[in-house]
């Protein structure tokens, strides 16, 4: 069974370019979630998905971020007009679609942004 | 705000000697506490996790203590090997229907031959 996966790894962008972040779950799971990493700190919650829906984008910035989970398709973190201060590791974990599992959150390898 | 505040941010152990890392939470709705490993360049990963209705934890050598009525929990990991070098983070997240998770800034041991 694979893990969450998360591509690019690596992502260089010089300010201004958009960024797209890819997350793929571990097979049967249905809950997404996105956290940056700021180099020396902690992860932050971003932005919880199931299929097709956004249910709590709080921690995510109102500009400039969206997020999104297709029904088809990996979940795709965007950053668009990219600045320095965006340079993080982004990391999506994905949990199962039933409770009391849905406490364990299985992280992907991350995408280490570098903006330029 | 912190809500999760985590110490040291570095630790430094001998071989066989015992880790131990400490968190303080502010938040009492929180009802699920996980720790999670990180190895350099790698994703977060699930390493123990307690809910506030017991005292202590065990698996192996990694055990969690929970004082619920101090809002503080800590990881002690027993006969530290150097393998055991990476960042933990604990976490905090309240139930409801999904899990919310608020890392604590994360502790870099290295355990040293």
């Known amino acids: 069974n694979a893990g969450v996966m998360q591509n690019p790894r690596h992502l260089v962008r010089r300010r201004g370019q958009e960024a797209r972040l890819r997350c793929s779950p571990m097979k049967g799971h249905s809950h997404v979630y996105w956290y940056r990493q700021l180099p020396e700190e902690g992860l932050k919650f971003m932005v919880y998905l199931q299929k097709e829906n956004i249910i709590d984008e709080s921690g995510m910035p109102k500009e400039r971020f969206s997020a999104e989970f297709p029904k088809e398709g990996p979940s795709i973190l965007r950053i668009q007009q990219v600045v320095r201060g965006d340079s993080a590791a982004y990391f999506c974990a994905s949990s199962p679609t039933t409770a009391p599992s849905q406490e364990t959150q299985y992280f992907g390898p991350g995408t280490r942004l570098l903006v330029l | 705000q912190q809500q999760v505040k985590q110490s040291p941010q570095s630790l430094i152990v001998q071989k066989g000697g015992i880790s131990i890392i400490n968190c303080a939470y502010e938040?009492?709705?929180?009802?699920?506490f996980p720790w999670y490993q990180q190895f350099p360049g790698k994703g977060p990963a699930l390493l123990i996790a307690?809910?506030?209705?017991?005292s202590e934890k065990k698996e192996g050598r990694f055990t969690i203590s929970f004082n619920k009525s101090a809002k503080q929990f800590s990881l002690h990991i027993m006969d530290s090997q150097p393998g055991d070098s990476a960042t933990y983070f604990c976490?905090?997240?309240?139930?409801?229907?999904?899990?919310?998770?608020?890392f604590g800034i994360g502790t870099k041991l290295q355990v040293i031959p």
């Open positions: 938040n009492t709705a929180f009802d699920y």
């Open positions: 976490a905090a997240s309240r139930g409801g229907g999904y899990q919310k998770v608020t």
């Open positions: 307690i809910r506030p209705d017991v």
